[in-house]
């Protein structure tokens, strides 16, 4: 049973920059590709970028490509999403979710375990 909790969201003003951080305490981390998804009210959660499980593959939205980082690191169970250049349209809740399956880009549907989720608001 997978446990992911999201950490680090937060209220940033355009252009700002912020690194949410997603921990695994309850399952091998190392065997899912890890991805960052994001829902914005009223619209349908999307697809950021997700990471190998090695770390060595990426892939990122064409929405948030060149902005946002992904990394993880296998020895402390974490997935890192460092955001920059942060746009008002970038608000939403985000949610980090794993997947055991191959593919490095993936829906709702094919993800395994998901997190809570932590709020991003972008300011103007």
């Known amino acids: 049973q997978a446990q992911l909790e999201e950490s680090g969201g937060g209220l940033v003003q355009v252009g700002g920059s912020l690194r949410l951080a997603c921990n695994d305490s309850?399952?091998?981390?190392?065997?899912?590709?890890m991805g960052w998804f994001r829902q914005a009210p009223g619209k349908e959660r999307e697809l950021v970028a997700t990471?190998?499980?090695?770390?060595?593959?990426?892939y990122y939205s064409d929405s948030v490509k060149v902005r946002f980082t992904i990394s993880r690191d296998n020895a402390k169970n974490t997935v890192y999403l460092q955001m920059n250049s942060l746009k008002t349209e970038d608000t939403a809740a985000y949610y980090c979710?794993?997947?055991?399956?191959?593919?490095?880009?993936?829906?709702?549907?094919?993800?395994?375990?998901w997190g809570q989720g932590t709020q991003v608001t972008v300011s103007s």
């Open positions: 979710a794993a997947r055991l399956g191959n593919g490095m880009v993936f829906t709702t549907k094919e993800s395994d375990f």
């Open positions: 309850g399952f091998i981390f190392s065997m899912f590709t």
């Open positions: 990471i190998s499980r090695s770390g060595g593959d990426t």
